[in-house]
């Protein structure tokens, strides 16, 4: 666990990592930071990831467009200045609007998502995801994927 200041600065960045095509920038992993974990994200028109639950908090803080979330049976358009909060075990997803967008996600200590992000860049190739093999990853971490 870290236990000095950390400060990341746009020179010391990690590279982002490609998940289904959105850019995952993990500033901070959950088990790193010790009561949260903390990534950057930012995608084109109509990227995000389907309905899906995970056994961990997670709020989004939207930076730049706007982001149609699903929350249970909601949806609703957020622009940037907005704040989602998903307590654990909601059935949610997202998906950029015209222009794409942007937005720090902040993951609750139990959050295994940094490590998940890192296997689906390592394992998946956005452009021609394997299916089965992607749904092999994020059961890894314990998401459940809604399929329709």
Known sequence: ????????????????????????????????????????????????????????????????GEVRFLCGEQTQVCPAGTLVHIPKHTTHGFAYCAGGGSMLEFTSRESKSAEMFTDIDAEIDSEHPDIQKALEVLARYGLKVSLP
């Open 1 to 64: 666990m870290i236990t000095s200041p950390l400060v990341i600065t746009p020179d010391n960045r990690p590279r982002p990592l490609d998940v289904f095509g959105t850019a995952v920038t993990v500033l901070g992993f959950a088990s790193q930071m010790g009561e949260y974990g903390i990534t950057y994200q930012e995608g084109p028109e109509g990227s995000g990831p389907p309905p899906h639950s995970h056994d961990w908090d997670e709020a989004f803080f939207v930076l730049s």
